[in-house]
């Protein structure tokens, strides 16, 4: 009888079997190509009903069976399904087993191969990870800053030495690959904080064998572990008293964080429990503010969100109660200078707002919460987020279609009162034109004036900027090479060959909307040159118009004739990944065009863009989606045959409810771990949700969220004697949402759709382990990338 454990292992052995290949190497003749095997017919579960009833409405589950993980019958047949499905799999893409390798030798000649992660300054420390040779995980190290203010290269600092001082400059703090013998050969930290004294690091690395993460905390001076805390299920961290005291939050068995403890760090004494919400609808959140002067709690519930303050000072003195407000509000509260600052979206004298804004408050006043406004509201621009130093307010700023980088000194000129954002000291960094997202960097040094932004764009690698917010000077300190024929030195200078580029020739446009700048884009190892990116505003079914944005070679496209790829998310209000990914070049030079439909749901235009495309409304988003997809094909951007849509996780459901209603428009399409069983995950769920979760796709206890539900489930809407277009779902063992619901969705559309052996759907199990392995990754995209060019050309 197997386990789920022995599940697990079996099919992993699978994976690693499949993967060895033997190549005969003969100089009298070449070796003939293998025959394809005939391809069998797709793999048939079988079918054990199993009635469900809910608000008068009774209906048949033929493939419940697949999620009862306790039942060692039921995971022997999974065992067996999962075997044939991966050998249908391998048949059906057989033919494109040397597209694979060159796709993945494609695709690993681009990923990142720095040896080096930027370094960190943090007061007299640079901080930084590299890996070493031979070795599969990083090292955590650290260097004085007085012994060398720069290294000769961020790609390889050697570990040196100081022969003025007589010791080494490198310090090696962490080695993962030796964390790694610890937990099973499996290396994944989760939270890592240093100390603000910098004594001590207190991190959390996964075990896999319990599913929880475990807390560490090692002297730094000695290189041992501290005999405490040593805790299970650790969710938080934030240091206090000067870094003599560890917060940290537990989860219960449902992965809820429930308590918070407090370690005194050297003392034999027992973890001190500070707090616990016994409410399984209450979720904890702690973090220490940059000057470590105070430690935040925040709690989250389906009827209120709360902050609360605890003195860093003495942690055991209790916690204040500084706002209150409606459920699912982002409440960050940081301090500087006798002041607390509080950036939410909470709603404004009972109205909703759709856009984050800036609240103050003496801290004597905190507790009465007598908050005022920062800035009079602006028209122009909204905030997207904000970071603070010693002596500058950080904001990052999103107008129409374009971001900013705006600085201001502070104190700002009125202590008591919103001032206008116009009448400000500001000074912004220039950015290229089509920048997709800014993300702060650890920007750890409260003190420093240097502040570190990660820049994306759909068509440029991720710049990693450092700008001194003092002489508003920046440099661009890692960024990746993409183009040998436009090599650039990183790190902050640009070579001479792109300093001496021609950019007289400007390529030809495929599209009459092109927005190309090169002089903008020069100083950003930009590929512009190579990629056009252009935006359009879709009408929905409803007239709300919903972002597009498409981005293809400049040489190999063909106006009419590409295929091309359409990404979706549309969730959580989480903004849409649109970077650059080096793995979709490969079908951007065989002349694809791929897109970015920015539906509601997701975070493209503020909360109400959120908030319709979630609930009752999620079918919004599905309609969003489909109306960009019927603007390539109808615009002839695309060849209306050869459409394929893209979707992770929650977009997994977007586009297969997306397929559900108008199978004709695609042509395939490529579902990563996707949430395809939402009405039975959301009735009885078999890993733990979060109340999130219900807010954002409904409690299917409620009749209005029920009776939604049952409209945009994929598993539950597929539409019988029609043909499907071709999809690969791909699923892990340990996920969010689980093997089951891929499975019981692939042998459901079979079972239901006209069969097309050129519209073939697949299950293909990834390993759990692909994010930390590059080899794996690689893998992965090159089966996704050789199914949609086979299917295209099919």
């Known amino acids: 009888c197997l386990t789920k454990k022995d599940f697990n292992k079996t099919a992993l052995n699978r994976l690693k079997k499949s993967d060895k290949s033997v190549t005969l190497h003969s100089k009298a003749s070449k070796p003939k190509a293998p025959k394809p095997p005939p391809i069998p017919s797709p793999p048939k579960p079988p079918q054990k009903p199993t009635p469900v009833t809910l608000h008068g409405e009774t209906w048949e589950d033929p493939y419940s069976w697949m999620s009862k993980l306790g039942d060692k019958v039921a995971m022997r047949h999974m065992d067996v399904c999962m075997e044939q499905e991966e050998k249908y799999t391998e048949a059906v893409m057989f033919d494109t087993d040397r597209l694979q390798r060159k796709l993945q030798s494609e695709m690993a000649s681009r990923m990142v191969t720095n040896l080096s992660t930027p370094p960190v300054r943090w007061g007299p420390w640079l901080y930084y990870r590299r890996v070493e040779e031979g070795k599969q995980y990083p090292v955590l190290c650290r260097r004085s800053a007085s012994l060398n203010e720069e290294f000769i290269s961020y790609n390889s600092p050697s570990a040196g030495f100081d022969y003025n001082a007589g010791k080494r400059i490198e ?180 109205q909703p707002v759709d856009s984050h804004y800036l609240l103050r408050c003496p801290v004597e006043d905190s507790g009465s919460r007598t908050w005022e406004a920062v800035f009079l509201d602006e028209s122009d621009f909204i905030i997207e987020d904000v970071d603070f130093n010693d002596t500058h307010l950080v904001l990052i700023l999103r107008g129409e279609s374009k971001y900013n980088i705006c600085a201001v000194p502070l104190p700002l000129p009125n202590e008591k009162g919103a001032v206008h954002f116009k009448q400000l000291n500001r000074s912004f960094l220039p950015l290229p034109t089509h920048v ?211 979707g992770y996780s929650a977009g997994g459901l977007l586009v297969a409810s997306a397929i559900n209603t108008e199978p004709d428009l695609f042509r395939a399409a490529v579902l990563k771990v996707p949430f395809l069983d939402a009405l039975n995950t959301l009735l009885y769920p078999i890993l733990p949700l979060m109340a999130v979760d219900y807010e954002e796709f409904g409690y299917p206890g409620d009749i209005d969220d029920f009776q939604a539900i049952q409209k945009y489930s994929p598993y ?29 969705w692939v042998a459901r559309v079979r079972e239901r759709t006209v069969y097309d052996p050129e519209h073939p759907i697949l299950l293909n199990l990834t390993v759990d382990i692909v994010e930390e392995n590059r080899y794996l990754q690689c893998k992965e995209s090159a089966l996704e990338t050789a199914f949609l060019l086979k299917m295209m050309d099919s």
């Open 436 to 646: 997709s997202q800014i993300a702060p960097g650890p920007n750890y040094d409260y003190y420093s004036s240097v502040m570190r932004f990660t820049i994306s764009s759909p068509v440029m690698p991720d710049a990693m900027v450092d700008y001194d917010l003092k002489s508003g000077k920046w440099v661009i300190v890692q960024q990746q090479n993409v183009l040998l024929e436009r090599t650039r030195t990183l790190y902050g200078a640009s070579s001479s060959a792109a300093a001496n580029m021609d950019v007289t020739q400007t390529p030809k446009k495929l599209f009459p909307k092109d927005e190309f700048d090169c002089e903008d884009e020069r100083l950003w190892n930009d590929l512009s040159d190579f990629y056009a990116c252009e935006h359009y505003n879709v009408s929905s079914h409803d007239g709300v118009e919903v972002p597009l944005t498409i981005v293809y070679s400049r040489k190999n496209s063909q106006y009419g004739q590409s295929p091309g790829l359409l990404h979706g998310h549309g969730a959580y209000g989480e903004l849409l990944d649109k970077r650059w990914r080096s793995e979709l070049k490969s079908l951007l030079d065989r002349g694809w065009i791929v897109a970015y439909a920015d539906v509601r749901g997701g975070g493209g235009r503020g909360k109400r863009w959120h908030h319709d495309g979630r609930g009752t409304k999620k079918l919004n988003s599905i309609q969003d989606y489909i109306s960009c997809a019927k603007f390539l094909v109808k615009r002839e951007i695309v060849n209306p045959n050869k459409l394929a849509g893209w």
């Open 171 to 350: 310090q090696k703090l962490l080695d993962y690959n030796q964390e790694a013998e610890r937990f099973g050969g499996y290396a994944y930290e989760e939270l890592s904080e240093i100390s603000p004294d910098h004594r001590f690091l207190a991190y959390t690395m996964y075990d896999k064998d319990n599913d929880y993460f475990r807390l560490s905390v090692r002297d730094l001076s000695s290189g041992s572990l501290c005999s405490q805390p040593e805790a299970d299920r650790v969710s938080n961290l934030a240091w206090a008293k000067d870094g003599k005291a560890l917060l940290y939050t537990v989860t219960n068995d449902n992965k809820r964080p429930y308590r918070i403890f407090c370690s005194m760090l050297g003392s034999k004494q027992d973890d001190v429990m500070l707090h616990e919400e016994p409410d399984e609808n209450v979720y904890i959140n702690i973090r220490h503010t940059k000057d470590f002067r105070f430690v935040t709690v925040n709690t989250f519930t389906t009827t209120y969100s709360k902050v609360y303050l605890i003195n860093a000072a003495d942690p055991l003195s209790g916690m204040t109660l500084v706002w209150e407000c409606e459920p699912q509000a982002h409440c960050i509260v940081e301090h500087h200078q006798g002041c607390l600052y509080l950036f939410t979206d909470a709603a404004k004298g009972g």
């Open 716 to 744: 539950d809407n597929i539409r019988k004697d029609t043909l499907y277009p071709a999809v690969l779902v791909t699923s892990s063992l340990n996920t969010r949402f689980g093997l089951w619901e891929a499975a019981k």
